[in-house]
């Protein structure tokens, strides 16, 4: 078992920046891909970046890419997404997430149903 918990939303101008952290406890942090989700009201969950169990890996939706960073510490089983020029249309709850089998597949890194573990969320609103 896992337990996923995030840390680092508020409330930010457009233009600023904010570092999501995610701490994992239970089973070894670096066996698992590590992913970061984000849902809007009314929208589904979408994935915005991830990262490869050994770290030498990264995906970032088109939306993020330039403006988002993910990295991960293996030593302090801490996940990091670094948010800049964040935009209005960024506002949405971020969900920390892990999948178990390590696969760098895109059908497994793509879709939430294929994350095993899944943190509480936390909201980050991006003010114009």
């Known amino acids: 078992q896992v337990q996923l918990v995030e840390s680092g939303g508020g409330l930010v101008q457009a233009g600023g920046s904010l570092r999501l952290s995610c701490v994992a406890s239970?089973?070894?942090?670096?066996?698992?891909?590590m992913a970061w989700f984000r849902q809007a009201p009314g929208k589904e969950r979408e994935l915005v970046a991830a990262?490869?169990?050994?770290?030498?890996?990264?995906y970032y939706a088109d939306f993020v890419k330039g403006r988002f960073f993910i990295s991960g510490d293996n030593a302090k089983n801490t996940v990091h997404l670094q948010m800049n020029s964040l935009k209005p249309e960024d506002t949405a709850v971020y969900y920390c997430?892990?999948?178990?089998?390590?696969?760098?597949?895109?059908?497994?890194?793509?879709?939430?149903?294929?994350?095993?573990?899944w943190g509480q969320g936390t909201q980050v609103t991006v003010s114009s």
């Open positions: 990262i490869s169990r050994s770290g030498d890996m990264t």
């Open positions: 997430a892990a999948e178990a089998s390590g696969l760098w597949w895109w059908s497994r890194i793509s879709s939430a149903n294929e994350y095993d573990y």
């Open positions: 239970g089973r070894t942090f670096s066996s698992y891909t």
